[in-house]
């Protein structure tokens, strides 16, 4: 919590992506939101303007860059380039979701690096330093010339499991890119790590995998960095139901839930709790809202394989919600959490 010389000196200030992030985080700083506007020109080009005095302030712009993320990007860019002009001490980037990141080297001839492209663009836009949570590679935290405050959400994740007070665990990496992840968490529950040869055959298709590890008859806790169209969740959450996992619970960091997410996340078993609904309320067009999941009848969309099974959500900003006051707080730089599939 800032004191009140700090209180001072801070300025806060958000583009649209996700306005009720920014007003959570402003009320537990118990700082005011920085007044702006982020509005469109006639043509769609970004009009901002601040409207606050924040010469020689400490700027945060917290936008992070969901979909859509070019817009949720440019807002970022002009947001950064408003305050540098308007003379902000030091402005810095904070990006909870860094969008683009998922091409982050060449993986075949003729393609761009835009997890690099962007930390460009944030750098020479003006930010001086950026803050950013569960990067999809952590080496991406190179890619910026500026300093990266890179956070790390596993304890709020590990603390829910540990709630739950499940045993019979395996940790299940849903591909190899999250092995260590999923190893931290099977040491730390005292539980088993299985793997899954994730192979995609196309930008939302993945194909079905084997399991290497012991998953029969357990509770399989299934770990990600994110869920952008679900394809790899609800693949994951199959092939462990097939390897006959007895609980499937999955968790990610990022609900970016776009393309055939809800379709193929409603298509899952039904759960025994379900936290979905409400997730991205701001930041999702409403006809891509799930159903609703409070009713008792059976399965949706297409048959459990198993009908004992259950499959539960969660996903880290609904428990930063009930986290210990800064769980997430402090773990820059403790050690390296993902890397890349
Ligand atoms: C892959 O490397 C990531 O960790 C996620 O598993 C993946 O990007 C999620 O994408 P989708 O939900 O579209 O399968």
């Not at 982050?104 to 761009?112: C, I, L, N, T």
């Not at 139901?241 to 609900?255: L, S």
């Not at 701001?282 to 008792?296: G, N, S």
Request: aromatic share 4%; net charge positive; hydrophobic share 35%.
């Amino acid at each position: 919590m800032p004191d009140g010389k700090l209180k001072n000196e801070i300025r806060i200030f958000r583009g649209n992506a996700h306005p009720k992030q920014a007003e959570q985080v402003c009320k537990y700083l118990d700082v005011p939101l920085g007044e702006c506007d982020v509005d469109r020109f006639p043509d769609g080009e970004i009009k901002v303007r601040i409207k606050e005095d924040i010469r020689g302030r400490d700027v945060f712009i917290l936008q992070p860059t969901s979909p859509p993320v070019n817009d949720h990007l440019m807002e970022l860019l002009v947001l950064i380039d408003a305050a540098r002009r308007a003379s902000a001490s030091r402005v810095t980037a904070v990006i909870p979701y860094y969008g683009y990141a998922r091409q982050d080297r060449k993986h075949e001839g003729r393609v761009p690096i835009t997890a690099k492209l962007v930390a460009n663009l944030i750098a020479t836009a003006g930010a001086d330093r950026v803050l950013c949570m569960d990067l999809h590679a952590t080496q991406i935290q190179g890619f910026f010339d500026i300093p990266v405050d890179h956070l790390y959400a596993w304890p709020v994740l590990l603390d829910h499991v540990k709630e739950m007070g499940l045993d019979n665990l395996t940790i299940l990496s849903p591909d190899p890119g999250r092995i260590k992840l999923a190893n931290r968490f099977a040491q730390k529950l005292d539980g088993n790590l299985a793997v899954i040869d994730k192979r995609r055959t196309g930008d939302s298709e993945v194909e079905k995998g084997h399991v290497v590890g012991d998953i029969k008859g357990r509770t399989v806790v299934i770990v990600d960095d994110m869920i952008s169209t679900a394809g790899s969740i609800t693949q994951a959450v199959h092939t462990a139901m097939e390897f006959g996992a007895k609980d499937v619970i999955a968790m990610c960091t990022h609900p970016v839930f776009c393309g055939r997410a809800f379709e193929r996340l409603n298509g899952l078993p039904r759960p025994r709790t379900r936290r979905l609904r409400h997730h991205r309320a701001e930041e999702t067009p409403r006809k891509h809202h799930p159903r609703p999941v409070e009713r008792d009848g059976g399965a949706r969309g297409s048959d459990p394989p198993h009908p004992p099974q259950r499959v539960h959500f969660q996903d880290v900003r609904r428990l930063g919600a009930r986290a210990p006051a800064g769980a997430a707080h402090g773990m820059e730089g403790r050690e390296p959490r993902w890397s890349r599939n």
